[in-house]
């Protein structure tokens, strides 16, 4: 991994004989928990990632997992969604598919699906930050953290990438992915060089596994206390 100059002279961050660089600790001195932004674009790896920064032992709030349970069967927010886009939803709760189909190329009903959603992950995000309130780091794991602004809400950032071959190669095995629609998506984020230009850490997913794996690693080990 390494770090955007712009932001990661700002944060003590340190460069290793072997080149690789990392923030220097910070100790009990930073107000706990120390949060840690990840993001990436669409097949990037990114949930990998947060599953590695599990196996750390770092606690993980995964956005889009939030937002399967809210949309899922009985989900606090499918009368919502259904009462403003009729016919997305059914017994397993949203349709994703044809939610996609509505809001997708569409940012005035985008904008009102985020309306519903991202009030409902909030909540669900201050609720695990509060849960884990003790522990030295923990990651939010959000898509859109650019997009939204969510990034000045973190203390660092750390973005998952990959060359774009890898990229479309992952996001096209999708059920129900064609090419328009990889486009429409790309279209709505940040392109992965300005993310890579914002980063405090990257994660390098193309690569073998165990090679991130490593990369988290050392991530991880920086934010804890000795």
Known sequence: FRRAAARGTRRGIAR???????YKRP????????????????GMGK????????????????????????????GALVAAIEARFPGTTGPRGVD???LGRRVLGNRHELAALEA????????????????????????LDIPLLFEK??????????VVTAPMWIQRKRVLRRPGMTN??????RGLQVPDRVKRARADFLIETGRPKSETHRQIR????????Q
Do not use: N, Y
């Open 16 to 22: 290793d004989s072997d080149g690789m660089t990392h």
């Open 218 to 225: 050392r991530i991880a080990s920086c934010f804890h206390t």
């Open 27 to 42: 100790g009990s001195r930073l107000r706990r928990p120390f949060i840690l932004g990840l993001t990436g674009s669409i």
């Open 116 to 139: 519903i959603v991202h009030p409902a992950v909030g909540r669900a995000q201050k609720k695990f930050l509060a849960r884990h309130r003790a522990r030295d780091v923990v990651v």
């Open 47 to 74: 949930s990998t990632a947060a599953t590695m920064f599990e196996r750390e032992g770092v606690p993980v709030f995964d956005a889009d997992a939030e937002v399967h349970r809210l949309q899922g069967p009985r």
């Open 96 to 98: 994703r598919q044809e």
């Open 180 to 185: 328009a629609k990889f486009k429409a998506i």
């Open 149 to 158: 602004g969510g990034w000045h809400r973190v203390g660092a950032v750390a």
